[in-house]
């Protein structure tokens, strides 16, 4: 299975700013996605990052505050941008290979303050 | 929007005892999978059944799928406090590489 790298593991930011978090993948895979969960909540699918073309995202999230790069099959990014309290979340990406299970990194953990 | 309803949403049992886990969805499905996370971690993937398939094992795991009923539940036997975890079921529309849509999760603890 795919082992999934992300950073930062967590981090506490000043409302009005922006976080790019990176996650790599140990090996080439089809899909990667960006998730997030709210504190006490299941997880919601942010966009899938597509590689070589802009992410599709799910109704509610827009490129503008959550811009996301995918420029390889193996690395991905997700920019939280002008954050307030309420983007305190923890974010998760994930890969699958072909018909395989997706999994997960470790997420990062974001505070706003 | 949330494709499964866990059930319960919080269990309680000693180490030793069995725990069941239910989750039930809306939509036609490609496959069920079932993670555990750790407190403020991330998700580790326990399980895939695929829709054609009505049961499957892995250690001390049992999955089962009925898709007549959009259901599908979690056994562990034997539990152990390291099993304490939230446990999400997450289905994949499919066919091909689509997201998941989760589950809001069932919250286990297990006492020692």
């Known amino acids: 299975s795919a082992v999934i790298s992300q950073k930062p593991s967590r981090d506490i930011c000043q409302r009005g700013t922006s976080l790019t978090i990176q996650c790599q993948v140990d090996s080439q895979v089809t899909m990667m996605f960006w998730y997030r969960q709210q504190p006490g909540q299941s997880l919601t699918l942010i966009a899938t990052?597509?590689?070589?073309?802009?992410?599709?995202?799910e109704s509610g999230f827009v490129i503008d505050k959550f811009p996301i790069s995918r420029p390889n099959l193996t690395f991905s990014t997700l920019t939280v941008s002008n954050m307030s309290p309420e983007d305190s979340s923890i974010y998760l990406c994930?890969?699958?290979?072909?018909?395989?299970?997706?999994?997960f990194g470790d997420g990062t953990r974001l505070s706003i303050l | 929007s949330q494709q499964g309803e866990e059930d319960p949403q919080a269990l309680s049992i000693q180490e030793g005892e069995n725990a069941t886990m239910n989750c039930s969805y809306k939509?036609?499905?490609?496959?069920l999978q079932w993670y555990r996370q750790n407190s403020g971690r991330g998700l580790v993937h326990l399980i895939l059944?695929?829709?054609?398939?009505r049961e499957k094992h892995s250690g001390r795991l049992r999955v089962t799928l009925d898709t007549s009923k959009k259901s599908s539940s979690l056994l562990i036997t034997a539990s152990r406090a390291a099993d304490t975890a939230s446990y999400f079921c997450a289905t994949d529309l499919g066919p091909g590489n689509t997201p998941l849509v989760f589950g809001k999760g069932t919250r286990l603890s297990v006492i020692a």
């Open positions: 059944i695929r829709s054609n398939e």
């Open positions: 990052a597509n590689q070589g073309s802009e992410a599709t995202y």
């Open positions: 939509t036609s499905i490609n496959n």
């Open positions: 994930s890969a699958q290979r072909g018909n395989q299970p997706q999994h």
